[in-house]
């Protein structure tokens, strides 16, 4: 399924594309997933878990804890995002629904980041868990890490 971390020595290293790290086991995290694939047009993002050894590095440098992925990481020519800002960067490169995310731009910084922490605490509650490798399709497979 692609490369993991230990293949690559530094940060230096990584692929060129987009990294795109989410919860494994979260279902609206997984729906994110699918749709990223189906959206990504021009092919610049690449997904990762954050239960992989990537995505655990990649949270860790981003100060986040690996244990409790509350949010997405995005990491793009060495310079990482999370929370809403990870979703906003995202949305530039995608097409469709993607589109009206560049909504919450004009939201305040301080309310969009909290709004979307009180749905990343919430998720398991709201949309369940399930894993993002069950049976993915190739569009999808063709992007994780």
């Not at 399930?130 to 992007?143: A, E, F, G, T």
């Amino acid at each position: 399924m692609g490369l993991s971390w230990p293949y690559f020595n530094s940060m230096e290293h990584l692929p060129e594309k987009i990294i795109c790290v989410m919860d494994g086991q979260c279902t609206l995290c997984s729906f994110g997933a699918k749709m990223i694939a189906r959206f990504d047009r021009h092919d610049h993002i690449r997904i990762a878990t954050a239960q992989s050894d990537l995505g655990q590095r990649l949270f860790v440098k981003a100060g986040l804890d690996p244990n409790d992925p509350q949010s997405w990481v995005v990491y793009h020519n060495q310079h990482l995002r999370t929370d809403a800002d990870a979703v906003l960067y995202l949305s530039k490169f995608l097409s469709g629904p993607w589109q009206l995310a560049r909504v919450l731009a004009v939201v305040p910084h301080r309310w969009r980041n909290g709004l979307y922490r009180v749905v990343a605490r919430n998720r398991y509650r709201w949309f369940g868990r399930r894993n993002i490798c069950d049976l993915p399709d190739k569009h999808l497979q063709s992007k994780l890490l």
